[in-house]
């Protein structure tokens, strides 16, 4: 198993849960998150004062799948969330060495 875990732009989330519904995928985590990267930030003003603003925010999406399906959720996730713009964001892929599903007692490829 897989657990891919995408750093991507607020208003893609809708769009990509969207695509990974039809491409087969049945659930993830999404959290709001902060951060920069080479984006770095940018400069506002607030009553007059100019400041700069280190941490985006972005939206965490975490998804754990089987093996086979990983390379499928992370095309889809790169297609649809790619505006070709610094700031879209990054994927992590991580080994799951076991997953147990609490409600039944499922385990590995059963409990996704």
């Excluded at 990054?90 to 799951?96: D, E, G, L, R």
């Amino acid at each position: 198993m897989k657990k891919i875990e995408a750093i991507v732009r607020h208003f893609k989330v809708e769009e990509i849960k969207e695509a990974l519904a039809k491409s087969g995928m049945q659930g993830m985590t999404a959290s709001e998150v902060r951060g920069f990267g080479r984006q770095k930030g940018h400069r506002e003003t607030f009553r007059g004062a100019e400041y700069t603003v280190d941490f985006l925010p972005k939206v965490k999406l975490e998804i754990v799948v089987s093996d086979d399906q990983a390379p499928l959720v992370m095309k889809t996730i790169i297609e649809t969330a790619r505006t070709g713009q610094i700031g879209d964001g990054k994927i992590f892929v991580t080994n799951i060495d076991e997953m147990i599903r609490i409600r039944t007692g499922e385990a590995g490829d059963d409990a996704v």
